[in-house]
């Protein structure tokens, strides 16, 4: 082939991919898939599916929810490490999936690493809840009441290292209490647990708990979080009582796509999010269940909050003695 003929075929066919990369649909493109790890009805899912609606309409494309259900979240964790990189699936990853890497270093994901953060969305905190019909009115009645039998009493969790998990875990041990831990397959069967009477309490997070409060079903006694929450204002929190700094231990969520995700799609889906939890509406219904809305100023500060958190729960596993069972 003559040199010239040579550039000219260069030419043409530089042209023709120019002309398919100006040519290919911008994202999104079709719709995103929105990954909560935990069984439908429970807060996680009732949140997500309250913001879906708002979502779809910032990204302009259908968002559809699915529930990936096993392992306290390691499930969906694992399947979503594993997606293509291309900001059409989403994780609602959360300091659950960063307990269990601690908790399991074999499982195939690492929240630091596996997955682009995008931003930060809702905290809440683990509601210390009985049966209503329970002679139990407060923490230190609970309390009392195992200490007078040890072993005798059982709570409940959504499953090994959820913040249910954690938080009945360091409020049996900082009491230099003995209670039976119940891990269940999700946090949705912590409720009726408690109510057909297979455990006496338990620390669902307040998206999970609220709804039970609300119909009188379930009695709440204290909230383990930094501050008493909204929508529970008469509840003490378990550090004005206890006076100790470990059992504050606050549930976050946000979202995550598998790292590689183009810087500008996770910017594209951090603004959505963003304009989605503005919307009173969502505000409100999160709020009302218990959760706050709670931005981080940019992905990059996002990231940075998951290592300070990994720390921080390396450091309450070590406190607590929870191990996988």
């Avoid at 378990?238 to 059992?247: F, G, M, S, T, V």
Wanted: charged letters at 20%; hydrophobic letters at 45%; glycine letters at 8%.
């Amino acid at each position: 082939m003559h040199r010239r003929t040579l550039l000219k075929a260069i030419t043409a066919t530089s042209a023709c991919f120019g002309l398919a990369h100006a040519q290919s649909p911008a994202w999104p493109s079709r719709p995103v898939r929105v990954i909560v790890p935990y069984a439908a009805g429970g807060g996680p899912d009732l949140l997500a599916r309250k913001m879906a609606p708002e979502l779809a309409r910032a990204l302009g494309t259908n968002v559809v929810v699915e529930n990936k259900v096993g392992a306290a979240g390691i499930v969906a964790a694992e399947v979503s490490a594993q997606a293509p990189p291309d900001g059409y699936l989403v994780l609602l990853g959360s300091n659950s999936h960063i307990v269990n890497k601690i908790m399991q270093p074999a499982v195939k994901f690492d929240p630091l690493t596996s997955f682009a953060p995008v931003t930060l969305m809702a905290s809440g905190a683990g509601v210390l809840v009985v049966p209503a019909d329970s002679p139990w009115r407060t923490a230190r009645d609970l309390a009392e009441a195992i200490r007078a039998k040890p072993g005798r009493f059982n709570y409940a969790s959504g499953g090994i290292g959820t913040a249910a998990h954690l938080a009945g875990a360091s409020f049996v041990r900082s009491q230099g209490l003995h209670a039976v831990h119940i891990p269940y397959r999700g946090s949705v069967e912590i409720v009726p647990a408690l109510l057909g009477g297979d455990v006496h309490f338990a620390f669902p997070v307040s998206s999970t708990a609220m709804p039970a409060i609300r119909t009188g079903k379930v009695r709440p006694l204290a909230v383990a979080g930094g501050q008493r929450i909204r929508s529970l204002p008469d509840v003490p929190t378990l550090r004005e009582i206890y006076k100790d700094e470990r059992l504050v231990q606050e549930f976050w969520t946000g979202a995550w796509v598998p790292a590689g995700t183009p810087r500008d799609v996770i910017d594209k889906l951090d603004a959505a999010f963003k304009a989605t939890h503005r919307v009173p509406a969502v505000r409100e219904f999160y709020e009302s269940n218990g959760s706050e809305v709670v931005f981080s100023e940019s992905p990059a500060q996002y990231a940075d909050y998951m290592k300070r958190e990994t720390d921080k729960w390396a450091r309450i596993i070590q406190l607590t003695g929870v191990k996988p069972e």
